[in-house]
């Protein structure tokens, strides 16, 4: 079974407002966290990641919140911006032996 | 929800040697399978897009004489990396597109070439 959901496939939102893009995992032992966004015909391009240590990181427009407890991360992108639109994975790791990946959400920024 | 193995999950190996790595689509049917390549926080890699019945095709600059793809049936696709030398040490991941286009990622293969 999936350990890492992206339960929604698509997601669309206005140029300049915040897009969230949620990801759920069901292994309490992940200890890593990344986000990848991917183009057609591209390999997944590396975004952000997060230690399970921490519950959020920052690196400009997009922020990465982690709720252990909840076995949750969610992507921030603000302001999102057209250039962002593509498919965004999440993937967690157990102390990087294994990469489980959730199934992608696919963004579109309208401008 | 679709699965897609990978065996092994931790490879080692000589140096000179070959190491085949076997990516499975577990309840799908997949005509298209990924091969990628990750280093620690990097992108992933695309290496080559295997396809059923047919041909590898590699992406520019990744040895197809060096890193054989083989994708004999709908729900299986090898990666033989041959001759491995230590600077191919890395994280290979495969993926397979699922019939609503959706892709899904193998767990990935540690291989350690010494």
């Known amino acids: 079974d999936q350990q890492v959901k992206q339960n929604s496939p698509s997601l669309s939102v206005q140029e300049g407002r915040i897009s969230i893009l949620n990801c759920d995992y069901t292994n309490s032992m992940f200890d890593y966290f990344l986000w990848y966004k991917k183009y057609p015909a591209e390999g997944p391009t590396f975004l952000i990641s997060?230690?399970?240590?921490?519950d959020k990181n920052e690196d400009g427009r997009f922020t990465v919140f982690l709720n252990k407890s909840a076995k949750h991360l969610s992507l921030h992108i603000v302001p999102s911006q057209p250039g962002d639109s593509a498919v965004y994975f999440c993937a967690a790791s157990n102390t990087g032996n294994q990469f489980y990946f959730g199934t992608g959400t696919s963004l579109t920024v309208i401008p | 929800g679709a699965v897609v193995s990978q065996h092994p999950s931790w490879v080692i190996c000589k140096s000179g040697t070959s190491v085949k790595i076997e990516c499975r689509s577990l309840d799908f049917q997949a005509t298209t399978m990924f091969w990628y390549r990750q280093f620690p926080k990097q992108s992933l890699m695309l290496m080559a897009t295997s396809n059923e019945g047919s041909k590898a095709t590699y992406e520019q600059g990744v040895e197809k004489d060096k890193f054989l793809i083989n994708h004999a049936s709908l729900t299986l696709s090898t990666l033989t990396v041959t001759s491995a030398h230590p600077e191919d040490s890395s994280f290979y991941i495969c993926?397979?597109?699922?019939?609503?286009?959706?892709?899904?990622f193998g767990p990935g293969t540690r291989l350690t070439v010494l």
């Open positions: 997060i230690s399970s240590i921490k």
């Open positions: 993926s397979a597109i699922g019939g609503m286009n959706e892709q899904f």
